[in-house]
């Protein structure tokens, strides 16, 4: 899986699942396109209309730490972006958005900046920062939760190959 876009915005650590997507919407919208545009909001008003679909969202340590409801990875999704790039992600926001078809990689944050070119190999488990030349290693995203990816989330390779590996 290869992807190009620019990065957006580099966010802090710890941002937890309220700061991406308020609880004030969380409940009263069920659409995640239009869920989706509500990202962000309580740390920068209108981030949404930044996200072009193919773009990367970048952040530190622990992102998405916090309630363990499916909104936050939904309206992510719902955007089109390629993937989240994160130090590391909490554990039930990473398996919420493996779920949900999200892709999410960790590695090192600390050398991509605002506009950056990136690509991404996931096979190679390779992020490339075209703009600085830079090859940063990512954690391996294992070769089943590649294919869940691929399929768009765990319901849509389940329907494909009717159970977890090829029909087990």
């Not at 130090?87 to 991509?112: M, P």
């Amino acid at each position: 899986m290869k992807n190009m876009a620019h990065r957006l915005l580099k966010i802090r650590d710890n941002v937890n699942t309220d700061y991406i997507i308020s609880g004030r919407y969380k409940f009263r919208i069920r659409d995640p396109k239009e869920l989706s545009r509500h990202l962000f909001e309580d740390i920068e008003k209108d981030f949404s209309k930044k996200l072009k679909k193919g773009d990367f969202l970048v952040s530190g340590e622990n992102f998405g730490c916090g309630s363990s409801r499916e909104q936050a990875p939904q309206a992510l999704k719902a955007t089109g972006i390629a993937a989240v790039v994160a130090k590391s992600f909490a554990r039930i926001f990473y398996r919420n958005a493996l779920n949900l078809g999200l892709c999410l990689v960790e590695c090192n944050t600390n050398y991509i900046d605002d506009g950056d070119e990136l690509e991404l190999d996931l096979g190679a488990n390779v992020l490339k920062n075209k703009s600085k030349g830079l090859n940063i290693t990512l954690k391996p995203v294992s070769p089943l939760a590649q294919m869940v990816l691929a399929e768009g989330g765990m319901i849509e390779y389940f329907k494909k190959h009717g159970g977890l590996i090829g029909g087990a």
